[in-house]
């Protein structure tokens, strides 16, 4: 069954720590994303990656650092650069799914600094 | 600077009556327009979308209506019921001219509770 797994579901980190969140697809998609929640905020795009050994930074990227070394995996790297951590952390892939492109999700990890 | 507006943040409806959910783009570019619904703890799932050649799209309970000139979409839910209570998020994104992928831009969300 094709889908995106993120891995964890939470995961908490203490001040000064780096942590890396997973995710991985079996859609075969090309395109993923990374985008953060945060209460009132909407979704904020962290990076993406249109293809293998590629990335581009989205509108938060700082404090944020991806790879893409093979297309079924984009993990997340929080580093202690990242001064307000907390949130819940989304991955999506893009599909064309008629008139155009849109994501599928996976079910997310919320980060938490302690 | 927010170029997808939902400034609705809740919106609450008495089950069986109509939902309406509304959205504003800024940017005269976007072309492909979506709502995803979202369970707390939950990643968004994939509700309905719209293209800009087109004014109306429907899928069951569920039609989005799209305004070009106003730069607004709206999604109605007939009737509303009890487990369409969630976030509800519009987005819009611009095709590229090779028709590849490209990112969505989203909006903050209307939380929607449907009473009973």
């Known amino acids: 069954d094709g889908g995106i797994t993120q891995s964890p579901k939470y995961l908490f980190r203490k001040e000064g720590q780096n942590v890396t969140l997973s995710c991985e697809q079996n859609?075969?998609?090309?395109?993923m994303y990374w985008y953060r929640q945060d209460p009132g905020q909407g979704l904020r795009l962290i990076y993406y990656?249109?293809?293998?050994?590629?990335?581009q930074k989205g509108d938060i990227a700082e404090g944020y650092s991806v790879s893409r070394e093979k297309k079924e995996s984009f993990p997340l790297t929080v580093t202690s650069a990242q001064k307000n951590p907390t949130a819940f952390y989304l991955c999506?892939?893009?599909?064309?799914?008629?008139?155009?492109?849109?994501?599928?999700f996976g079910s997310g990890t919320r980060l938490t600094v302690v | 600077d927010q170029q997808v507006k939902q400034n609705s943040p809740s919106l609450s409806v008495q089950e069986g009556r109509i939902s309406i959910l509304n959205c504003d783009y800024t940017?005269?570019?976007?072309?492909?327009f979506l709502w995803y619904k979202k369970y707390p703890a939950e990643g968004p799932t994939f509700l309905i979308s719209?293209?800009?050649?087109?004014d109306k799209n429907e899928d069951g309970r569920f039609t989005v209506f799209l305004n070009k000139s106003a730069k607004h979409l709206s999604l109605h839910i007939v009737p509303s019921q009890p487990g369409d209570s969630a976030v509800y998020f519009c987005?819009?994104?611009?095709?590229?001219?090779?028709?590849?992928?490209?990112?969505?831009?989203f909006g903050t969300g209307t939380r929607l509770q449907v009473t009973l």
């Open positions: 999506a892939t893009q599909r064309w799914q008629g008139g155009g492109y849109g994501y599928t």
């Open positions: 859609l075969n998609h090309d395109a």
């Open positions: 990656s249109q293809i293998v050994n590629d990335f």
């Open positions: 940017n005269s570019m976007f072309d492909y």
């Open positions: 719209i293209s800009s050649i087109k």
């Open positions: 987005a819009a994104s611009v095709m590229s001219g090779t028709g590849t992928a490209s990112k969505l831009t």
